[in-house]
């Protein structure tokens, strides 16, 4: 089938060369010409395990090509639509700018029968807003959320674990996206057809969900470090609880990127509107002790120096918000790392792919490629990020041949604590003793 992606950021990008790897024909459109030209040559502008391979393929096979040019969106059958929605800069509400715009600019090319398939992450009712201006051309307007987790967004792509088509009425267009991700659906991937506003509504809970996990077991690390109790240990309790589960119950410095905090955001911004602020009213308080936990880890770091980090030489562990990732949008760990320079300290930031993105946002900085050099002459070392490279590669005694001093702030208690402190460093976890 001929494809097109309107919107080749990370979205974009990887939908369009996942799409492209399974047999279609696609052509990815985006108005940023250094993004085309280095998509075109076969070069991934930001980090993702997996992306240039087929990146390269699709390339050279001829079925993945990028342009500019809207006008290369004539002729293809389905039509992802997967630009961003930022927060609004004045405001908690998802800024629509981008859809809208990039609406606009494909009808002209659509024809009766197209299929148009709104990926980004929007407020409910936004499919039902743009569904005239589409179904005017003879064209049909489904919504087909994301749900990619950075650092595997390419499995995630071919090999979802569910798909969501939302549909205005009938099933048509779902059956056209059921022919286009064929081999996920034979492979016995769920395919779920909703109505639209469910399908936008099943990001946004999803996400929120995610987070509210997440701030959940982080207020318990708030409980714990005034009791004495272990967080972790706690987290593997309930986690064996099968209604609960285990994953995302790590507690620590929360969670971060372009998605989990806008989305939540931009949910209570929207329920607001609708009237039902009241129903999604807990999301503040999630967002405020995600925030919280930032505060924590800083607080640790300066106990664990004696009060006092003015002109202190510390080590940041990480850059980018998650491993396997190179994005740096709403990271807790370039947060912690420029609170502790704005209180004096002199802060060396070390991460395998996010430095470049990093240094361009907060260049009063140091940034240290690599972890060794990073380490050399700290006085406290902070883990942020927990790339294995610092969580499993990293052993205590090496790291206590490096640097001046011997404390060390787990911000994703993903150290061993009895072997740093055997190393004769002093450890602070995140909800722990």
């Known amino acids: 089938m001929r494809i097109s992606v309107i919107g080749c950021g990370y979205l974009g990008a990887v939908h369009a060369a996942a799409m492209a790897s399974i047999g279609h024909e696609v052509v990815g459109i985006d108005v940023d010409e250094r993004k085309v030209a280095a998509l075109s040559a076969g070069r991934a502008p930001f980090f993702e395990p997996g992306l240039p391979e087929i990146l390269a393929e699709g390339i050279a096979s001829g079925r993945l090509t990028f342009t500019t040019d809207m006008a290369a969106a004539s002729g293809a059958r389905v039509h992802f639509v997967g630009v961003g929605t930022p927060q609004q800069k004045d405001g ?54 994301e749900f990619l987790r950075e650092g595997f967004a390419v499995q995630d792509t071919i090999d979802p ?44 809970a999803a996400n929120a969900f995610l987070a509210t996990k997440i701030s959940f077991i982080n207020a318990m690390a708030e409980i714990a470090e005034v009791t004495g109790a272990d967080v972790t240990q706690l987290a593997d309790a309930i986690g064996h609880d099968v209604r609960i589960g285990r994953r995302f119950l790590g507690a620590g410095i929360g969670f971060g990127g372009g998605c989990l905090p806008k989305d939540i955001r931009a949910f209570s911004a929207r329920a607001e509107e609708l009237g039902r602020g009241e129903s999604v009213a807990f999301l503040r308080e999630v967002d405020e002790i995600n925030l919280r936990r930032r505060d924590r880890a800083v607080q640790l770091v300066v ?26 949008r709403d990271s807790p760990a370039l947060d912690v790392a420029v609170r502790l320079h704005g209180l004096g300290a002199r802060v060396t ?29 700290a006085d406290a070392v902070v883990l942020v990020t927990e790339w294995d490279e610092y969580r499993r590669q990293l052993s205590p005694s090496h790291a206590a041949t490096l640097a001046a001093g011997r404390v060390v702030v787990d911000g994703r208690n993903a150290l061993d604590p009895a072997a740093w402190r055997a190393a004769g460093w002093t450890y602070f976890g995140m909800g722990r003793p």
């Open 92 to 145: 908690y509400a998802a800024d629509l700018t981008y859809v809208n715009a990039a609406i606009d600019a494909l009808l002209p090319h659509l024809s009766p029968g197209d299929v148009v398939a709104g990926k980004s992450t929007v407020p409910v009712g936004t499919a039902a807003s743009l569904a005239p201006r589409v179904e005017a051309t003879g064209a049909t307007l489904v919504w087909n959320p």
């Open 161 to 204: 674990d569910r798909l969501v088509v939302g549909v205005a009425g009938g099933e048509d267009a779902a059956g056209v996206l059921r022919e286009v991700y064929a081999p996920a659906v034979a492979g016995g991937t769920p395919f779920i057809v909703t109505d639209l506003a469910t399908a936008e509504l099943v990001k946004v």
């Open 303 to 328: 106990d664990g120096l004696g009060g006092q980090v003015y002109e202190k030489r510390i080590t940041v562990l990480g850059a980018a918000f998650k491993p396997h990732s190179d994005d740096i």
């Open 349 to 377: 930031v070390t991460d395998p792919e996010a430095l470049a993105n990093a240094a361009r946002v907060h260049p009063q900085l140091t940034y240290v490629h690599d972890r060794d050099e990073a380490l050399t002459g």
